[in-house]
């Protein structure tokens, strides 16, 4: 079943670069509960002081813990990919400043990829992945269908979008609403042999 390829190839990400529990510089830290219905399950937490600063869902479908957590190189966001539906996986940002924590409002950028096509709306698929920061900006690449359709995307590959997102947020020091993040949106690139970090090449999620 294609869910099933395209769910592993989200969770083997996991370990990615800026992934982890706390944030690189030790003062915050994310802990996973008992998920229940309706029930917040996760804590982010000053590290040093155990003060919990906000409550949060791992996800809306049937999972434990994030499917992918990035923290910015300064500790200033944390990204993570949270589970939506059986078919879909979405990118979270959260803001920390002191002990305030705020979940930020992103831009559509689903939206700007599918303006490509002159669609409102997409299909049921939508997937996030290979989170990775560059000081301020985020970039995750994304997979998804343009419309409704078969769930493999080897049966029809001309209905599967394949794209790499960017989100630039305030750096430090900066003057700018975090809120009001830049968007910009590419096809992957395919690095040149093997390479580790940057941008991860384009690749259909193989069939079982």
Known sequence: MKLRTIAILA???CTASGGGLKSPDGQYEIEYLKAVPHESNVRIKNAKT?????HAFSNGYDESSYLETAWSPDSRYLAVVERGTRTTAEVSVF???G????EL????????ILGRRKLLDGGRY???SKLRWDQSTL???CTGQWVDGSGDPEIDPDNWYHFDVSLAFGGAGSTSDPRLAAVAVSKPTKPEGEQGGGVQPATRPESK
């Open 11 to 13: 969770i083997a990400t």
């Open 50 to 54: 155990g003060e919990i600063l906000a």
């Open 95 to 97: 803001a920390f400043s």
């Open 99 to 102: 002990d305030s924590v705020e």
């Open 105 to 112: 409002r992103l831009p559509d950028y689903r939206l700007n």
């Open 126 to 128: 939508h997937w996030v």
């Open 139 to 141: 970039t995750f690449y």
